[in-house]
């Protein structure tokens, strides 16, 4: 079965955002006119959030949740998707559309939008059936160890 859809959480193997964790907005199988190649259309975590712990001041602690984002094509050679899905309240097909990666001014607002709304998921991730928060959340919020 197809299993590289919108939500599905991939590592990225490839290029400057290699080993960097990323979801996948919008999945194109069959290539298209620009791109004749499986790919899809990727949003992901360039710098993920630093740890807080509790004696730190605010301004430090504001400071340390920034994450950046970034958005991107991707060929299906390139990453590897992981057992993780994104929560489907998140919407991943809305994180960033086709349109605005035509300009440049398109994709920083993208990568704006993704930024604040990854920050308030990492703050306060969303539970799972039994309450406890999401594990797909707190993976793509945790750096990859290699």
């Known amino acids: 079965g197809k299993f590289l859809k919108a939500g599905r959480v991939v590592v990225l193997l490839q290029g400057r955002h290699a080993g960097k964790k990323a979801v996948i907005t919008k999945a194109f199988d069959d290539g298209s006119k620009a791109r004749k190649f499986g790919h899809a259309l990727v949003a992901g975590i360039e710098r993920p959030f630093k740890k807080v712990t509790k004696k730190m001041s605010q301004k430090k602690i504001k400071n340390k949740l920034r994450c950046k984002a970034f958005v991107k094509f991707v060929n299906y050679n390139h990453m590897m998707p ?6 489907s309240e998140l ?7 086709e349109e605005q990666m035509h300009t440049s001014d398109g994709r920083s607002e993208a990568r704006k939008y993704i930024q604040n709304l990854l920050k308030e998921k990492f703050i306060t991730p969303p539970l799972d059936k039994s309450g406890r928060p999401s594990k797909d959340v707190a993976f793509l919020r945790k750096k990859l160890r290699f």
């Not at 992981?82 to 929560?87: H, I, S």
């Open 91 to 97: 919407q991943p097909a809305n994180f960033v559309t």
């Open 82 to 87: 992981t057992r993780y899905t994104v929560p």
